[in-house]
């Protein structure tokens, strides 16, 4: 969120304190108010909410603490950080309890590391106010996705599209990373899928999953799939859950899911993580195939290795990889149906030539998809997609 669209309130019973924060918050750009109190705090949010509150502990009348508790019940989401004293850690404690998201100790002798705390957590806001959107507009594509599968309709074209509604937006940018897809489907429901999404203001999460089979058992596993995944961001935006940063924990994870619920599926995936500010891919696969392609301008690679799929075996361990990301670099990955069509060769010959092909198609992948002549294919034997993060 622009500072300049922030609204901070900062709550001190000392007029001094207080006044000297607000002309600084003001001078970097933030919509200040002020009050002196806990009772006060109450009616300027009831007047109109503020994105943060800054909040003294030590107060007269109504404390830091019982505002806190009030907050908690009336307004759960607004971000709450409280200013104490140094010797009063226990009350630190039960502040942060009672829900707040940071705390600094008084004297403040550094705005700047104040005015970087409260940026991370309108950050962090931000985030999860987009995840709980996107969680709503989950549940409501499922519903409708459910709803479609029980009543079994003969056209699976609307199928098809339900099931393209829990797919992100198409040429999402983030930090320097873009990300394209295409997908298609053969004549039933896809068991294709991707997603992409903002993990928190330093990494990006990425995945391409194919399930065995088609039809509507494959299409419920890939819903399956995409709830767990959300609720895995959640988990690490709600509690600082760290799972979903790390792609081994988080394929074992969904190993012991899919192996103990029973859907006599399996699936293969590949996870990966961008960490923006150091240029770094860590990703883990499990039975991923083809490999993923990564290069730049002036060269690319399949990289990859062998491990099974997701839901057969439990306690398998899927290695983490990490790889240094390029100022041009680019990432490609697909779904092994395309190398279901066309002449028959030998799987070293259509691996060179799919590599081929996307070295002389400049990245792009519209014209790498022309050169495989996907639009005229009919009745294809098996869903094919492919996911583009470029840089």
Known sequence: MPKGQARLLIIDDDEAV????????EQSGFVVSQASGGAQALTCCAAQLPNLILCDLNMPGMTGLELLKQLATAH????????????????????????????VTKPITDLEVLEHSIELALERARLLAENQAHQRELEAANKN?????LRMRADETA?????????????????????????????????????????????IGFYLADVSGHGIPS????????????????????????????????????????????????LTLFYGVIHTGQSQLRYASAGHYPYAIIGDKTSCRYEGYQSPPLGLFQNTNYPNVEIALSKNAHILLSSDGIFELGEDASLEQREAAFLDSWQHSNRNLS?????????????????????LVTR
């Open 18 to 25: 207080r006044a000297s924060l607000a002309v600084w918050f």
């Open 76 to 103: 759960p989401k607004i971000p709450v950080i409280i200013v104490s004293g140094k010797g009063d850690m226990s009350d630190v404690i039960q502040a942060l309890k009672l829900g707040a998201w940071d705390y």
């Open 145 to 149: 996705l459910s709803s479609a599968l």
């Open 159 to 203: 199928e098809q599209e339900l099931q393209f509604q829990l797919l992100p937006k198409q040429g999402q940018t983030y930090a320097s990373f873009q990300f394209h897809y295409a997908l298609f489907p053969s004549n039933t429901l896809s068991g294709d899928f991707i997603d992409y999404f903002a993990i928190d203001h330093n990494h």
């Open 219 to 266: 299409a419920l596993v890939t819903v399956m799939l995409k709830n767990t995944m959300c609720r895995f961001l959640q988990d690490c935006l709600q509690e600082n859950d760290s799972t979903l940063l790390n792609p081994s924990a988080t394929l074992e994870k969904l190993n012991t899911q899919f192996c103990n619920d029973g859907v006599n599926k399996h």
């Open 367 to 387: 014209d790498f998809i022309g050169r495989q002549h996907l639009s005229e294919q009919r009745n294809k034997p098996d869903d094919i997609t492919f996911l």
